[in-house]
């Protein structure tokens, strides 16, 4: 079973990018589909990026499009979120979640079943 830890949140201005890290335990991590999403104060949880196991396949919302990047280093059991040109909207606790699949790279929570247990962003205007 994969168990993942975030790590790279914190307070930032407007404008200026940050990196999110989720380290993954086990021996299969290219087995797994990563994804980001990320939950608002008051708001439903939201779907940033995804990639597929291998990392050749990648899918964002349209709301971070352009702005953030989402990679995966198999040796390293990590995937990151690359996230530049943050806006106060991006404010949120972001998680890391893992399925295990060879295909694709879903964008429904419903997809995945093994979550981290988030990392806080703020962005400050």
């Known amino acids: 079973q994969v168990q993942l830890v975030e790590s790279g949140g914190g307070l930032v201005q407007a404008g200026v990018s940050l990196t999110l890290s989720c380290a993954a335990s086990g021996r299969t991590f290219r087995n797994y589909a990563m994804a980001w999403f990320r939950q608002a104060p008051g708001k439903e949880r939201e779907f940033v990026a995804a990639t597929s196991g291998g990392g050749s396949i990648t899918y964002y919302a349209d709301t971070v499009k352009g702005r953030f990047t989402i990679s995966r280093d198999n040796a390293k059991n990590t995937v990151y979120l690359q996230m530049n040109s943050l806006k106060p909207e991006d404010t949120a606790v972001y998680c890391c979640?893992?399925?295990?699949?060879?295909?694709?790279?879903?964008?429904?929570?419903?997809?995945?079943?093994?979550w981290g247990q988030g990392t806080q962003v703020t962005v400050s205007s």
């Open positions: 979640a893992a399925t295990f699949t060879t295909f694709g790279a879903p964008s429904s929570s419903n997809a995945y079943s093994i």
